[in-house]
């Protein structure tokens, strides 16, 4: 089926582990995002992508770490994890950046750092 | 400064009343979506506003955009408990090197009760 897919749904892991989060999509969307989402912060981004190789640091980059060495995977890589990254994950993607369509969410990973 | 503000953040209603929530961005844009999330799910998305004075309608909720005002509004008519949720306007920001990642409100959060 086409769509956005996120693993792992569930993740729990210690400070100082490194975890990486997963994205795939099936459209060929050329733009790819990661935000997280906290109580009384709405969505903020990560980082997002253009294009396979091409990615940009968003409004909380720090302690992350993304690649796309092909269009339809977009990782994010907690290399260090700390707890204040504890969040719910979710990666999305679009057309493009001013897209006449929304952009397509994944149903995000719940993330718990002890 | 890019930003997004919603307002009411929580918002309780009874069954049958009218309401708006108000999303009041801060520099030129023309384009604007609302996104809605159930608790621990995933955001779908509702509306798409593409140019000034743009006004979209989906059952009991319309959303209208003012470029001007820099505003947008989602009124809810005749609420019933099935639209409790929490609701995000999303803003697409045009800069000088192009159009900026979406930037999101904090959501407001509805709950209809009888």
């Known amino acids: 089926d086409a769509g956005i897919t996120q693993s792992p749904r569930y993740k729990i892991t210690e400070t100082g582990r490194q975890v990486t989060l997963m994205c795939h999509q099936t459209?060929?969307?050329?733009?790819m995002f990661w935000y997280r989402q906290d109580l009384g912060h709405g969505l903020r981004l990560i980082y997002y992508s253009a294009a396979a190789d091409i990615t940009d640091k968003g409004e909380v980059p720090d302690g992350y770490v993304v690649s796309r060495s092909k269009t339809e995977n977009f990782p994010l890589t907690l290399e260090s994890a700390t707890r204040s990254q504890t969040s719910v994950y979710f990666c999305?993607?679009?057309?493009?950046?001013?897209?006449?369509?929304?952009?397509?969410f994944g149903d995000g990973t719940r993330l718990s750092i002890l | 400064e890019l930003k997004v503000e919603q307002n009411p953040l929580f918002l309780s209603m009874q069954e049958g009343k009218n309401y708006t929530i108000y999303c009041n961005y801060s520099t030129t844009s023309d384009r604007l979506y609302w996104y809605r999330q159930d608790p621990g799910k995933s955001l779908e998305s509702l509306f798409v506003?593409?140019?000034?004075?743009a006004v979209k309608q989906e059952g009991r909720l319309m959303a209208s955009l003012d470029t001007k005002a820099r505003l947008s509004t989602l009124h809810i008519t005749a609420a019933v408990h099935d639209l409790s949720a929490t609701y995000f306007c999303?803003?697409?920001?045009?800069?000088?090197?192009?159009?900026?990642?979406?930037?999101f409100g904090k959501g407001t959060r509805l709950s209809v009760i009888a």
């Open positions: 999303a803003v697409l920001f045009m800069w000088n090197s192009g159009n900026t990642p979406l930037v």
């Open positions: 999305a993607s679009s057309e493009s950046i001013s897209s006449n369509q929304p952009q397509h």
């Open positions: 459209w060929s969307h050329s733009y």
């Open positions: 506003l593409l140019s000034n004075g």
